[in-house]
């Protein structure tokens, strides 16, 4: 059974909580337990807490499958790009490189390149992907277009990517916000202090205590 | 005799915490379970509905259950790693005893004899020095069943007065204040009116590492038009797309509630009806709070003044708002006040006791609600009546078949009994679910405590590191290998199902505890034969009370996905929200919709003072400890899932790069974290998420990686919470790893 025409895959990272429920899930999936084919990224750890999770926006041209020199990675009729055929896989690494968005992974011990495939198993068989099944804060979701416009007014989707010259369409859209937001705080200190534009903070919670301790 | 037997590494070598990952028929593709049990998560408050795959007597993963409707399938990465817990090389199997001449510290003993003597020491203790020389400690992860059963085991059996539980380190202050101004301590409101509050205020909460499905109510109502005010020292993942951020400075809540009322009576921003109608002692309250002008409140809290005039217009102009807190103003020995300080803004606006309109605090442990209602906490008594009031003391002592004589007083608070070992009027203690050695401030002294008792027996799955100091660890049953109910943090009764029966010796906490009490040659009143004997016995002795469970069964609960407790008959619906108008309770009798005799609510003058311990030159740097989301509580269970320990691996101390910079520290370096109690080297995380002049540690961890030996035990006066949310230390780096990085794994 196809996945349902209706049901798409949405990324939406202003929701994401870096609680990598979604990786830890993954590893459950019954066609490669253990392993997580998804993981987390920080953006920069050291000035947000801001997280996304990667997993694979099976592209309409997938690059992956264009570098393949032993023509290994297959897209399903429903448009589902797939792990690397054992057989045919000669783990050269090409699509490791090639990819824009850092999805597949070689697995040495295997010598297979191996990749998200939208819980094949599940969706195929009418369920949800493991992880927009359990994501706890709508980070990655599963369901109708139509669903989510509702849902999410403040966001839309976008499936469309532009790496350089080369534009990319995916299967898998990505929430983008619909209103640019001027971000208030990135820095704490900021947040503290009146009209303080981020960096040039005057840091008078910080001198009171170091500055008595001059004294003494 | 609760001296560690042999050095702590003999110990670990045995007894872990190891990592377990997937292997066997948890690893195996194609592997179909013999059934699916569903249940309930054993960690947070939030208790998601999940889905357990058995096969044998293992479990073998997870499926969502989509079906529950609190959380629709969703799960934070313990629930989802949970499963891990069992089939564990740590597990204990049998009974064990203190044998400093075996390599690991315990040799194992038969169960039955381990009762015995268990009974005779109690019996011992109790003839030469009284009842209350023993002492028994609980905890909130216990069903409600099991918390009902200590409590009564305590106070019949052992006619103690000393029993408390670890929900003392969580949500008492709340408890407190929520009985000080509605006369019930329960969440006003179910999680679905977030979904239809236009402002949503969080005062010290990090929802989305701590009750991470909350995170999407919270987020949904903020894409229904709702704005989000976060008031934290740190930027944490709710923060960081909150409409409006509060860097509050650790310790100062009081002080920022009290300017918001002020401000919202100087713009009357006031429901005058409702005020006039369902309150009392708004005119004193108001008189209390003229003085904290925004200025004033800016200067005490660290932020900035156009912030707090925008969070009083937002939240004092709103049409339908939700406001919830947690453990960060809770955790303060003025913890009591800064919850009476929010309730004081939630009468104010009229807000409670309708649709998209509702106040509650975020309960931490899976049965953080049911496992304080029905005894187990020092001054409780079943159905969360008051055990120095003489008619709730009669009642209960009639339901029990004992004279109110009989009935011990209340007793003291878990931290308090440790000073009372110290002062040897306790010799000796049972505990249950509930680690000590990690989660109690000032570690150091929690353990010279223990090492003066003369006896002390452990019930536990897992060698805690407080069972490290047991005469006798007696292997108790994890979340899976038993049934019965816990209430979640909106008051929703729910159904712990069995999916496993207990490996090897190992026993249902209650059947040990009976075991104990038959032993002791008391077992009249402790000869349940299941959870759901004890559930009809609780339900008769909860009838009438505020936290009345009489018309809940487990048939019920399974048919409703949940029952909001309070439920007076088994025709009821059960009550979701609390204080609609026309609602009735036992107390108000009609007059009102609150639990007072005149059915209203209480405002609470709220005053300010600084946390017990202030910065000073010496120890110029504010220390606030919290939780990671892939850990849970002492780490007992969460330390020994591998995925959980690779996810967070160490504790690292947040440190902002202005901070830093003073010390000369750099990301990765290795920290000394000083303070009056104790030290506790770290590797910094250098962010500029977190107040310059505060640092944040995560508490999960044990030993010589525990912030808790730095951490203070000053307590609340009113709810004895201790202040883990603000000390003061200081920093100094380090140029050499600390010893243990070589000597122990990360988890250990």
């Known amino acids: ?216 | 005799m609760a001296i560690e037997p042999v050095p702590e590494l003999q110990i670990i070598d045995r007894f872990g915490p190891h990592r377990l990952y997937s292997k066997g028929a948890r690893l195996e593709s194609g592997s179909e379970p013999d059934r699916l049990v569903q249940t309930h998560c054993c960690f947070c408050g939030m208790q998601c509905g999940i889905q357990l795959k058995v096969k044998g007597n293992e479990v073998i993963g997870f499926e969502p259950w989509e079906e529950f409707p609190f959380n629709k399938g969703m799960l934070c990465p313990k629930g989802v790693k949970r499963y891990l817990q069992g089939s564990h090389p740590d597990r204990l199997l049998t009974a064990y005893q203190r044998d400093p001449d075996s390599p690991n510290g315990f040799r194992t003993l038969p169960y039955d004899q381990a009762i015995k003597r268990v009974a005779a020491e109690i019996d011992r203790i109790q003839k030469a020095h009284g009842p209350d020389s023993f002492a028994v400690l609980g905890g909130a992860s216990l069903t409600t069943e099991k918390a009902y059963l200590l409590g009564k085991f305590a106070r019949v059996c052992l006619r103690t007065s000393n029993i408390d539980y670890n929900g003392r380190l969580c949500m008492v202050s709340a408890a407190a204040a929520n009985k000080k101004a509605f006369g019930v301590d329960r969440a006003a409101n179910p999680w679905d009116d977030i979904l239809k509050a236009k402002v949503i205020w969080i005062s010290g909460s990090n929802v989305a590492e701590c009750f991470p499905i909350l995170t999407d109510y919270i987020w949904q109502a903020r894409e229904n038009g709702a704005r989000v005010i976060v008031v934290d020292p740190r930027i944490t993942p709710i923060a960081r797309t909150c409409d409006l951020f509060l860097p509050v400075k650790p310790g100062r809540d009081i002080a920022l509630f009290n300017g918001i009322l002020n401000l919202m009576i100087e713009n009357n921003w006031l429901d005058h009806d409702f005020i006039q109608q369902h309150t009392v002692g708004f005119e004193q309250t108001a008189e209390h709070v003229r003085e904290w002008t925004p200025r004033k409140t800016a200067e005490v809290t660290g932020i900035a003044e156009r912030s707090i005039r925008q969070a009083a217009e937002w939240w004092g102009t709103a049409s339908s708002s939700f406001l919830m807190h947690a453990r960060g103003i809770e955790h303060h020995t003025h913890g009591v006040q800064n919850c009476l300080g929010a309730i004081n803004i939630v009468l104010a606006s009229g807000r409670i006791g309708r649709e998209g309109c509702g106040y509650g605090t975020i309960t931490g442990q899976g049965n953080g609600q049911g496992g304080r209602e029905h005894g187990q906490k020092c001054d409780q008594l079943p159905g969360a009546r008051d055990i120095e009031n003489p008619s709730h003391r009669a009642h209960m002592a009639q339901f029990w078949g004992i004279t109110p004589e009989e009935l011990p007083r209340a007793g003291v608070d878990a931290y308090e009994m440790f000073r009372r070992i110290g002062r040897g009027e306790i010799k000796g203690m049972l505990s249950i679910c509930f680690n000590p050695m990690v989660s109690l401030p000032d570690t150091t002294f929690v353990k010279w405590m223990l090492e003066r008792l003369e006896f002390f027996v452990v019930i536990d799955f897992f060698m805690s590191e407080t069972s490290r100091h047991a005469d006798i660890v007696l292997p108790g049953s994890l979340h899976e290998e038993d049934e019965g109910t816990v209430t979640s943090a909106e008051g929703r009764v729910i159904k712990i199902n069995k999916a496993i029966d207990c490996p090897g010796d190992a026993r249902q906490d209650w059947r040990i505890i009976q075991d104990i009490a038959k032993a002791l040659g008391r077992e009249r009143g402790f000869t349940f034969g299941s959870p759901n004997e004890i559930f009809q016995e609780l339900r008769g002795a909860s009838a009438g009370g505020i936290a009345d469970y009489s018309g809940i069964t487990y048939e019920k609960i399974e048919q409703n996905m949940g029952v909001f407790w309070p439920c007076p008959s088994e025709d009821h619906p059960g009550t979701p929200r609390l204080f609609e108008k026309g609602s009735w309770n036992p107390i108000a009798k009609g007059a009102g919709p609150y639990y007072f005799p005149d059915g209203r609510a209480r405002f609470n003058v709220a005053p300010y003072s600084p946390p017990a311990e202030d910065v000073d030159v010496d120890f110029p740097v504010i220390l606030t400890t919290g939780r990671v989301v892939s850990q849970f509580l002492s780490g007992n269970q969460t330390r020994r899932i591998g995925p959980l320990v690779d996810q967070t691996p160490e504790p690292v101390i947040e440190i902002h790069p202005l901070l830093a910079e003073k010390h000369g520290i750099e990301d990765g370096d290795w920290v000394r974290i000083e303070s009056r109690r104790s030290v506790c080297t770290l590797q910094a995380r250098i962010v500029t998420t977190i107040r310059p002049d505060t640092v944040f540690v995560p508490y999960h961890w044990a030993g010589r990686k525990s912030i808790n030996q730095v951490t203070i035990a000053a307590q609340d006066p009113i709810s004895k919470i201790p202040e883990y949310k603000v000390c003061a230390v200081r920093l100094i780096r380090q140029y050499d790893p600390p010893d243990y990085l070589k000597e122990l794994e990360p988890q250990q």
């Open chain 1, 1 to 216: 059974m196809p996945v349902h025409d209706q049901m798409e895959f949405f990324i939406d990272p202003s929701r994401c909580i870096g609680c990598q429920a979604c990786v830890q899930a993954c590893g459950e999936c019954d066609t490669h337990k253990g392993v997580p084919m998804i993981h987390l990224e920080y953006v920069d750890r050291g000035h947000s807490t801001q997280t996304v999770p990667v997993v694979c926006m099976h592209c309409d041209s997938p690059t992956c499958a264009e570098v393949c020199p032993a023509d290994a990675i297959k897209k399903t009729a429903d448009g589902v790009v797939q792990t690397a055929r054992k057989p045919r896989c000669v783990a050269c690494n090409n699509c490791v490189l090639a990819c824009p968005f850092g999805v597949p992974k070689m697995m040495t011990d295997f010598e297979l390149m191996m990749k998200c495939d939208m819980c094949y198993d599940r969706t195929s068989a009418g369920k949800k992907p493991m992880c927009a099944t359990v994501c706890p804060s709508g980070a990655l979701f599963f369901g109708t277009r139509e669903r989510i416009e509702t849902m999410r007014p403040r966001g839309t989707p976008v499936n469309q990517f532009q790496f350089g010259t080369q534009t990319i369409t995916t299967k898998v859209s990505m929430m983008v916000p619909k209103y640019a937001a001027r971000i208030e705080h990135i820095d704490v200190a900021a947040a503290m202090n009146e009209g303080s534009g981020g960096k040039s903070i005057s840091l008078n919670i910080l001198t009171a205590v170091y500055n008595a301790k001059d004294e003494a």
